[in-house]
Structures are given as structure tokens and as C-alpha cells.
């Protein structure tokens, strides 16, 4: 039996109907918003695309940036920053989700600002990049000075005004944006491109100035990125910061090495003021040349005081002079007396002196008796040597074996010539050698009592 299923008055969709409908319904209830919250759970595809979610106490809205909108968000998104994002509310059908498409950022007010600008300050501090010690002097008077601001506006015309009013130099300007997207990547880039220059380049600025005018917290944040303030830190040439007005202040203030509270009053620290120079220079050669004055004076006084107690020198010449000529005259006079008392005490001496062939007959003499003297020793000593050995060797004769033999004794030697003491080391048949006073004789042993050897 067929079944058939009951009539119905609701209307049929598909899920992708479904999610049309939700769509248009959602983008046509809301249109365009503007939603402020925490950005979380921030992801940057390699596609280019940033997905997060805004967040509040109350709930959770996920968002998407697409990649032909990062470029104009007006601030890069940032993990737990509160902002203020406008686009267009949407859905995402595979999900059943919806979500914001985001096309601009802003931050959620000052606090939010002052607040994260906060945070980068206190941990670039501990990592010590606002340190006194690492700031350098600013050279006196630079060859060639570094500017890092916009081409447009008054800012770089104030500081080229400035250094040529105070003390012409030559400005080499690296334009960059001052805010915006990509403005704090642009000046970071200015800042290491010309520390990245060789010592030696002509373009390699002496100084840098990073400026530009006034404006909101807002339009500062570039000078507070945290690209910047590095860069500022790592620059290998002194800078100075010069960024908004007096009362402004912002991070790559504490890194560079001299902060100005105008672009103006940075130029004025860049170079010196030319007048005050020559005034100075001025002031320093009057001093100079009164010291001089003074010092003259008083070194003629003192050589006016020396010279009045000076002795007459002319007079002092002509005594000398005549002492001259009076010891010439006495040296003339003594010379020959010196020489014939020398003479006669030389004749004294040698009257006194003997003569040489006496010293050597002398000298003959005794050595001739100190030669027989030796040869008398000499004498007696070879005659007490020869009786000790004379006796010695009479000693020696009467101890010798021979004289034992002469008294009847026989030495017994085996075949090796060895003397054979005990009748027990000789084996029967063994030949023995007889050794008397007189002579050798050969023989063999026999076997005798208990197994002994004798001789036969």
C-alpha cells in the first residue's frame, strides 16, 4: 500500500538558500559599522589575508582583513590592542559563521594609545636602548647633515632656513611619510640606510635629523612604533629627534641622542650659530693679544732689570786679555826649566837602575840552582820509589805458587786448565794436568774407593 506524506504549508530551502538569505539579510540590516574592541586571536596567511576577532567582556566577533585592504588600515593590528574597526558585516557559508570584513582601524582613543605606547616603553627601557651611556656628542660643526622627514610641508624648509641663517651646511633629505601605513617601515629604513653608508662616502651625513610637524596622538604613532625607536638605537651616527610640537613626546625621543621640541630648535643643535662663533673667536683674539701685551711688558721690564745688574763686559775682556798674555809670557818662561828638571831626575833614576845584563846573569844564576835542587829531589824520590818496590816485589815472589811448588807441592788442572781442589769433581777417565817446578806432566784418572777418582 503506498503511503504519501502529508501536505505542509512551509516553504522548502537548500542550505546554500539558507545562507544566501542570512547574508543578504545581515549586510542589509547593518550595511556599514563601525565596532570597537580587543583584537585576538590576530593570523597572517602567506595569501596575504589577516584573520582575527574582536572581543569584549560580553562576546566574540570574527573579522577578516583581505590583503587589497592592509595597505589602507591606517595602523598595523596588533595582538590585545583595542581599536575601532570599520567595514561591512558578512557570512561565511562553509562555517555557518559571520563575521567582519574589515577595511579600517583606528585606535579605541588616547588611553588605548598612551597605554600600548606604555608597554613598548618599558620593555625597550629594560632592554636598555633609552641608556645614557649609549648617547653620543653631536659633532660641532658637521660637514654634511641627514634629514629623515617628508619633502612636503614646512618642516624640511624650517631646517634648511635654520642651518643656513646659523652656519651654512649642505641638508641631504631621505623623503619618507611621516604617518600612516608603512610610514614607520619607510623611516626605520631611512634611519639604517644611512648608518649602512661607509665611513668614507661623501654622502654619508655627520648628523641626522628625524623630523616632522605637529599633529594628533594618532598622526605621532609612526615615532612610536617599535621599528623605529631600534632603528633610532642602532643608527652608527648621532641623531636628533625632533617630532610634533614642545609639549609632545614619543619614543624615538628616548633612543636618539638629542631630543628638540621643534624641527627648528634641531637644526639650531645641529649647527652652531655662525655670529656667536665669530664673536667668540673675536673675544678670544682680544684676550689673546692683551695677554700677549701683557706678557711683552713684563718681559721687557725683567731684561731692563737683568741688564742693569750685568758686569761692563768690555772691560771684563780686556782683564782677561791681559791675563792671557801674562800667562803666555810665564808659560814661555817655565817650559824650558820644566824640561831640564824632568831631564836631570830621568838621569837620576837611571844611575839608579841596574843594568840589564846583570838582571839576566842574575836571573841564570838562579835558575840554575833551582834546577839542581829539582834533579836533587827528583834523585832522592826515584831511589825511595824503587826500594818500596824492590820490597814489594820480594813480598810478592815469596807468596807466589811457584815457591809453594819448589816445596814439593803439585798444582792439579783439568783439561780446561782450571784447578781441580777436590778429588770429588773428577770423573774416572777424566785428563788431568801435573803441575810441578819443574815442568807438566799429563795423566787419567782411575776409579778408586766408594766410586772416587785417582790417579794413574
Given amino acids: 500500500m503506498d503511503e504519501t506524506r502529508p501536505a505542509s504549508n512551509i516553504p522548502e530551502y537548500s542550505v546554500g538558500e539558507i545562507a544566501g538569505a542570512v547574508r543578504r539579510t545581515l549586510e542589509g540590516a547593518f550595511g556599514r559599522v563601525r565596532v570597537r574592541g580587543e583584537i585576538a586571536e590576530l593570523r597572517r596567511y602567506p595569501s596575504g589575508h589577516i584573520y582575527l576577532a574582536l572581543k569584549d567582556e560580553n562576546a566574540k566577533l570574527k573579522a577578516v582583513i583581505w590583503k587589497s585592504a592592509v595597505s589602507r588600515l591606517g595602523l598595523k593590528p596588533e595582538e590585545g ?10 557570512t561565511y557559508g562553509d562555517r555557518s559563521e559571520y563575521q567582519l570584513q574589515i577595511d579600517r582601524l583606528e585606535y579605541a582613543g588616547a ?57 651654512p651646511r649642505p641638508v641631504l633629505l631621505w623623503p619618507v611619510p611621516v604617518q600612516g601605513e608603512g610610514a614607520a617601515e619607510r623611516i626605520a629604513a631611512a634611519i639604517a640606510g644611512f648608518s649602512a653608508l ?3 662616502d661623501p654622502l654619508r651625513p655627520d648628523v641626522v635629523i628625524v623630523a616632522r610637524g605637529g599633529g594628533s596622538l594618532e598622526d605621532l ?16 651616527i648621532p641623531l636628533i629627534s625632533a ?5 609632545d613626546t614619543t619614543l624615538i625621543d628616548f633612543a636618539s641622542d638629542r631630543r628638540a621640541p621643534t624641527p627648528t630648535a634641531a637644526a639650531e643643535l645641529a649647527v652652531p650659530s655662525r655670529a656667536e662663533l665669530l664673536e667668540t673667536v673675536a673675544h678670544s683674539g682680544a684676550r689673546l693679544a692683551s695677554a700677549l701685551g701683557r706678557t ?21 775682556l780686556r782683564q782677561a786679555r791681559q791675563r792671557l798674555d801674562d800667562r803666555g809670557e810665564r808659560l814661555a818662561n817655565a817650559l824650558p826649566g820644566f824640561a831640564a828638571a824632568r831631564r836631570a831626575m830621568l838621569e837620576r833614576l837611571a844611575s839608579r837602575l841596574p843594568h840589564p845584563r846583570e838582571r839576566i846573569a842574575a836571573g841564570r844564576a838562579a835558575m840554575s840552582l833551582a834546577t839542581a835542587k829539582l834533579a836533587a829531589e827528583a834523585r832522592s824520590l826515584l831511589r825511595d820509589a824503587r826500594t818500596r ?13 811457584e815457591r809453594v811448588l819448589a816445596r814439593g807441592f803439585v798444582l792439579v788442572e783439568d783439561a780446561r786448565g782450571q784447578p781441580v781442589t777436590q778429588a770429588a769433581t ?31
Fill in 81 to 90: 590592542t583595542e581599536v575601532i574597526a570599520s567595514g561591512r558585516i558578512t
Fill in 111 to 167: 588611553g588605548a594609545l598612551l597605554a600600548r605606547i606604555e608597554a613598548l616603553r618599558q620593555k625597550l627601557m629594560a632592554e636598555g636602548l633609552f641608556d645614557e651611556g649609549r648617547k653620543r656628542p653631536i659633532p660641532r660643526i658637521p660637514a654634511l647633515i641627514g634629514v629623515v622627514s617628508s619633502e612636503k610641508g614646512a618642516v624640511i624648509q624650517d631646517i634648511r632656513t635654520t642651518i643656513a641663517r646659523r652656519f
Fill in 198 to 200: 661607509a665611513p668614507d
Fill in 221 to 236: 604613532m609612526a615615532f612610536n612604533e617599535e621599528i623605529v625607536v631600534r632603528a633610532a638605537a642602532a643608527s652608527t
Fill in 243 to 247: 617630532v610634533g610640537h614642545e609639549t
Fill in 296 to 316: 711683552l711688558s713684563q718681559s721687557k721690564l725683567r731684561l731692563r732689570e737683568a741688564e742693569r745688574h750685568l758686569p761692563d763686559l768690555p772691560a771684563l
Fill in 389 to 401: 818496590t824492590d820490597a814489594l816485589a820480594a813480598r810478592l815472589e815469596a807468596v807466589s805458587y
Fill in 426 to 456: 773428577v770423573k774416572p777417565g777424566a785428563r788431568l794436568s801435573l803441575h810441578f817446578a819443574d815442568g807438566r806432566r799429563g795423566v787419567t784418572a782411575d776409579r778408586g774407593p766408594a766410586g772416587q777418582g785417582t790417579l794413574l
